[in-house]
């Protein structure tokens, strides 16, 4: 028997602050690897750079993975859940007419998590980016070109 998604479960309770940093994923609709494309992902990371260009969020971290994405953001001047549903709507009808597609790209939902005001941002900012060396995409952070963290 197959399960029911969870997705429904992660908007209960959500609370968003500004100010506040986030860690936020996202991921691709049935999982599909759409990020091994170099140019697919440029595409995301272009939307990324607009709400932080918007003022929107202040981004701190970010890394783009073959099936999904980990962000870690300091909220501005827009909800957690205004941000998401931003970059995942543009993105979508970006990379869909890239691709010639249409329909959903992303799962639905997202799961986020606030950082505490003790917690080091610098050591989680490294647990993003270190995700494909864990994955065993590459050997070094450096080869892999689908991350940036504002403190480098």
Same mark, same amino acid.
């Given at each position: 028997?197959?399960?029911?998604?969870?997705?429904?479960?992660?908007?209960?309770?959500?609370?968003?602050?500004?100010?506040?940093?986030?860690?936020?994923?996202?991921?691709?609709?049935?999982?599909?690897?759409?990020?091994?494309?170099?140019?697919?992902?440029?595409?995301?990371?272009?939307?990324?750079?607009?709400?932080?260009?918007?003022?929107?969020?202040?981004?701190?971290?970010?890394?783009?993975?073959?099936?999904?994405?980990?962000?870690?953001?300091?909220?501005?001047?827009?909800?957690?859940?205004?941000?998401?549903?931003?970059?995942?709507?543009?993105?979508?009808? @970006?990379?869909?007419?890239?691709?010639?597609? +249409?329909? $959903?790209?992303?799962?639905? !939902?997202?799961?986020? &998590? =606030? @950082?505490?005001?003790?917690?080091?941002?610098? +050591?989680? $900012?490294?647990?993003?980016? !270190?995700?494909?060396? &864990? =994955?065993?995409?590459?050997?070094?952070?450096?080869?892999?070109?689908?991350?940036?963290?504002?403190?480098?």
């Amino acid at each position: 028997m197959r399960q029911k998604p969870n997705s429904h479960l992660l908007r209960r309770g959500r609370y968003s602050e500004s100010g506040r940093a986030y860690l936020v994923t996202a991921v691709v609709y049935q999982r599909r690897s759409v990020f091994t494309d170099f140019f697919l992902g440029r595409l995301l990371v272009a939307e990324l750079k607009q709400t932080h260009d918007l003022s929107l969020v202040d981004s701190l971290a970010w890394v783009i993975m073959p099936d999904h994405f980990h962000w870690l953001f300091e909220l501005r001047s827009a909800s957690l859940p205004q941000v998401m549903q931003r970059v995942k709507s543009k993105s979508t009808l @970006t990379i869909n007419r890239a691709i010639g597609a +249409q329909g $959903a790209f992303w799962q639905s !939902g997202y799961h986020d &998590r =606030a @950082t505490r005001a003790e917690e080091d941002l610098i +050591q989680i $900012a490294r647990y993003i980016i !270190g995700n494909p060396l &864990r =994955a065993g995409l590459v050997e070094h952070v450096g080869d892999y070109p689908l991350w940036d963290a504002a403190w480098l």
